[in-house]
């Protein structure tokens, strides 16, 4: 699952997927590690999605 990987709590993340809540700096940079998006990104949605635009995301299970 994502929040495990984030290491938040479903509804925190749902929240954050809703608009409710902001993630913190410590969160956005667990996107980062996680799968490969930057924060950036996550924040305003300008320019390019992953770190490595070229690999795209990186291969996780996230069961």
Known sequence: M???????GK???ASYE???TEP???ILLAYQ????????????GA???FVDPYKGAR?????
């Open 33 to 44: 590690r996680a799968f490969g998006i930057r924060p950036d990104w996550l924040l305003t």
């Open 24 to 26: 913190t700096a410590s």
């Open 59 to 63: 291969t996780t299970n996230c069961s």
């Open 11 to 13: 509804q925190t993340l």
């Open 47 to 49: 320019g390019s999605m």
């Open 18 to 20: 809703r608009g409710k």
């Open 2 to 8: 994502w929040a495990r990987k984030l290491g938040v």
